[in-house]
């Protein structure tokens, strides 16, 4: 099991994935809640394109756009396992 952590300024958000289709609608579901507070209203062409194919869906889209944004000043992506014995 994985865990997805996004922490920004405005809050945290942990989010848990069990399979391969789980975590990806987990980087679509922490793109979507990034969208919602207007991160995205400044980007470059190559984001730009990656951000329309989120917008439809596209999982490796929101991974490459919140990886891609990981270490900003207020913004941090971490995958964590988690080990269930």
């Known amino acids: 099991m994985k865990v997805l952590i996004w922490t920004s300024k405005h809050e945290d958000v942990i989010v848990a994935a069990r399979s391969s289709e789980e975590e990806a609608r987990a980087w679509l579901y922490l ?22 194919k989120a917008k439809i869906d596209n999982a490796q889209a929101a991974k490459w756009l919140l990886s891609m944004r990981d270490g900003y000043e207020y913004e941090q992506v971490r995958v964590e396992r988690i080990v269930i014995p």
């Open 31 to 52: 793109f979507k809640q990034m969208d919602g507070m207007d991160y995205y209203c400044d980007l470059d062409a190559d984001e730009k394109e990656a951000y329309v």
